[in-house]
């Protein structure tokens, strides 16, 4: 899940997620209202469309679904709104982000591994387990390699990654938790809805996955 931000229609919108489902929708909202005491004034939605008003630091500004276009969020008045509204859009999507990253993750057996020998017999640092069932392992001094990530979807896939980096492992725990959080999004519709589509794109996920911890 990467950011994006469009700038080009006169107003900033900022694109949470391009291509999603509506229970990333819900999940957003969910989000919004939890943790940053966001509340919906008004709502207008049809058959494909979704929008959700809402104040933030005295900005009105808007939360958008689409079928086709996926989730956003923009301002409410578009290219009369003032410039404080568009820098509230950044600002609050921002702290969204770092929320919905973290959505579902926690540490691991109450972080009693912490210190303990991993699976690549480094000593583990870092243990985060989404409660979906994945997992995500940190070691450092693994022999001759400074630090390896290990990560798995229960039942799915298991991988592992090598880096000579501390803060190159960050990016890549974080780029990995946003393609499982999606993956796991994908399991929100029901089977009797899963098409062939469905199948592709998630299927293209775990292979994005699997190629990521290769890189």
Not at 102 to 113: A, Y
């Amino acid at each position: 899940m990467t950011l994006q931000i469009d700038i080009s229609k006169g107003w900033t919108e900022a694109i949470i997620d391009n291509d999603c489902e509506f229970s990333k929708f819900e999940k957003v909202a969910s989000v919004l209202k939890a943790k940053l005491n966001i509340v919906f004034t008004e709502q207008i939605n049809d058959l494909i469309t979704y929008y959700l008003d809402f104040t933030y630091s005295n900005s009105n500004l808007c939360l958008y679904y689409n079928i086709y276009l996926g989730v956003s969020i923009f301002p409410k008045l578009f290219k009369d709104a003032p410039p404080m509204d568009n820098e509230n859009v950044i600002t609050v999507t921002n702290k969204l982000m770092s929320l919905l990253e973290d959505f579902n993750w926690i540490p691991f057996d109450n972080s009693k591994t912490i210190g303990t020998k991993g699976s690549e017999g480094g000593k583990i640092i870092e243990d985060l387990e989404n409660i979906d069932g994945a997992r995500i392992t940190l070691e450092k001094d693994c022999g001759n390699i400074p630090f390896a990530v290990t990560l798995g979807i229960y039942g799915l896939m298991f991988h592992t990654h090598f880096d000579s980096d501390l803060d190159n492992a960050h990016i890549f725990i974080k780029n990995s938790k946003s393609k499982i959080n999606k993956i796991f999004e994908m399991y929100h519709l029901s089977e009797e809805k899963r098409t062939a589509l469905w199948k592709t794109k998630h299927g293209k996920l775990i292979e994005e996955l699997a190629e990521m911890t290769n890189a």
